[in-house]
C-alpha cells in the first residue's frame, strides 16, 4: 500500500501541459470578461471592480506603446528600488560579515536586530519623506532599510555554517585566515547570500512603492494610484500587470545570474570552469 | 537559565542601548543636532509619556484604541490570510491537478508586490477597516501557502516504509507523520505571515485611514512633530515585538519536537500521564 499523498510529481513535459495551461487561462479570462459584460447589473460597477481584459490590454498598449507614460514611471520605480536594494544589501552584508568575524560585536548587535526585525520598518515612511523630501532619495532610503534584512540574515546563517571538516582541510594545508574565509566560508555560504539578494530586490521594490504611496511626483507608485482615483481601473490593472511582468524578468534575470556564478553546483558548469582553469594553469 | 545570570545578561544588553540613547541626548543637546530631522530621545519619551500615560487624545481617539484597532485588523487579515494560504496549500498537496494548473497563480501573484494594489484595494473596500484587513490578508498569504506545502510534500522514505510495515492507515499516516513533519515549515511560514500581515495593515493605513497607529505616525510626521512621529514608531516597534513574541511562544509550544529540550519536557509529561494511569 503506499499513500496517496505527497507522491513524487510525474515528470511530463512541458509541451505536455502547455495546452492546458494556456486553456485553464483562456476560460479564466473568458470568463472574466463575461461576468464584467453580463453580471452586473451597473456597467460602471462592473467596469469598478473587474475591468475587462480586452479593456486592460488596449491600455497595456495605450501605456507602452501610443502613449508612453509608463516608462518613465517604471524606470523611476526601478531606479529608487535598485538603488535601494544595492545600499541594503551592502549594509546588511557588511554587518553579517561583521558579525561573523567578531564575537562581542557580534552580542551586542544581537537586540538591536532583534528590534529591527520586529519593528515594521516600511512603517519609518512617513519619517524618511518628511526628512528627505518627496525625490528620489526618500524612496531609496526606505528601500535601502526594507532591504537590508534579508542579505543580514542569510549573510550571517551562511557564514556561520561552515563543514568542520573542510575546516580542518584548510588548517592542515597551512590556507591563511583570508583564504579561509574567502575560499571556504564565502564560497559555501554563496547559496544562501543570493538568496538574500532575490529577497533584497523584493523587500526594496514594496519599499520604493510605498515611499511612492506616500508622496512622491514619479513611480509606479504614483501611477497606479491616480489611475485609481481618475477611476481608469482599466490602466490601474495595466500598470499593475506591467509591475509584475517587469518585476518577474528581474527575477530570471538574477536567477540567470546565479546560475553562473555559483558555477560549482551544475556539473556541466563545473566542468567547463575547471577545464578553462586547468588550461589556464598549463595543465592540459 | 538562572534568574541572577538573566538579570545580569539583560543589564549588559539594555546597557548598549543606553549608551547609544545617551550619546544620541548628547549630541542633540551639544552638537546641533537639528531636532527637525532627529527629535531627542527625551522629547520622544516625553511624547510617549503623554500618550500612554496621560492618554492623551489624538485623532479622535487615545493611543490605546489605536492599539486596539491595528492590532484587530492585523488579526483579521491573518486570520483570513492563513486560511486562505493552508488550504490552497493542503489542496495543491493532495490533488497533482491542481498543483500543477492553479498553483503557478499563486507564485505569479507573488512576485507582483501586494503593496502596489493598494489603490486598488481603496478604491474597492472603501476607506474602513476592509481595505486594511484585504491588504494584510493578501500580503500574508503567501508565506503558509509555500511553506505548507513544501512542508507536506517532505517525504521522508524510512518513515514511509515504517508506516507501511505496521500497517498504519491513509489518516494515520496524515496525522501522525505527514503534518507533524510539515509543522515547522507551517510555523516559519506563519512567523513570516504575522509580520506581513502587520506591515500590510501599517501600510494600508498609510494609504487612507481615520484610526490606526500607520495614521497616527503619518499625520505627525506631515505636521513635522517628529518627536510624536518617533513615538508612535516606538509604539510599532511594541506591536511588533508582541506579535512577534506570541508566534514565537506558540511555536516552541506546539512545535516541541524541533529543540531536544521541549522533546524531553514532553515525553517526560507523556510518561507521568501514562505511569498515573497505571
Known sequence: MSYSTSQQTKNISIFKTLPFHLLIFAVLIVIWELT???????????????????????????IFIIDKTVWKHLISTFQKALLGASIGTAIGMGLAIAATLSLTFRKYIKPWIILMEATPRIAVGPIFVALLGFGLWSAVALAALVAFFGPFVNTFQG???????????????????????????????????????????????????????????????????????????????????????FGFILFKIMDYFDYRLIFWKNDYLLLKESEKRRKKAGIV | MKPLSFLISFLKYSLSFIIVLALWEAYARYGGLNELFLPRPSKIGAKLYSLFVKVEVIEQGTIYWHFYATLAQMSIGFAYGITIGTTLAV????????????????????????????PLIIAWFGFGWESKIALATLVCFFPPFINTLTGLLKKNDEAIELFQTIGATQSQYFWKQQLPNALPEIFAGLKLAITTA?????VAQFGSATEGVGILMQRFAFRLDMAG??????????????????AEVMDRRIVFWRDAKGLERVSRKKQQKLSANG
Open chain 2, 91 to 118: 489542496l495543491a498537496a493532495f490533488n497533482e491537478t491542481f498543483r500543477r494548473y492553479v498553483a503557478p497563480y499563486a507564485v505569479v501573484f507573488n512576485v507582483t508586490p501586494g503593496i502596489a494594489v493598494l
Open chain 1, 36 to 62: 464584467n459584460l453580463y453580471g452586473f447589473e451597473d456597467q460602471i460597477q462592473a467596469d469598478m471592480i473587474a475591468p475587462r481584459p480586452t479593456n486592460i490590454f488596449l491600455a497595456m498598449l495605450d
Open chain 1, 159 to 245: 557564514l556561520m555554517e561552515v563543514d568542520e571538516e573542510a575546516e580542518e582541510m584548510f588548517r592542515s594545508l597551512g590556507a591563511s585566515r583570508f583564504q579561509t574565509f574567502w575560499k571556504l566560508r564565502f564560497a559555501s555560504a554563496m547559496e544562501l547570500i543570493s538568496a538574500g539578494w532575490k529577497l533584497a530586490t523584493a523587500s526594496a521594490f514594496g519599499g520604493a512603492l510605498v515611499a511612492e504611496f506616500i508622496q512622491a511626483s514619479e513611480g509606479m507608485g504614483v501611477l497606479i494610484a491616480q489611475y485609481v482615483i481618475m477611476i481608469t481601473m482599466d490602466y490601474a490593472f495595466a500598470g499593475l500587470l506591467s509591475v509584475t511582468i
Open chain 2, 229 to 246: 512621529s518617533f513615538a508612535s514608531l516606538v509604539t510599532m516597534a511594541i506591536m511588533g515585538l508582541l506579535v512577534f513574541t506570541v
Open chain 2, 198 to 202: 502587520l506591515l500590510g495593515t501599517i
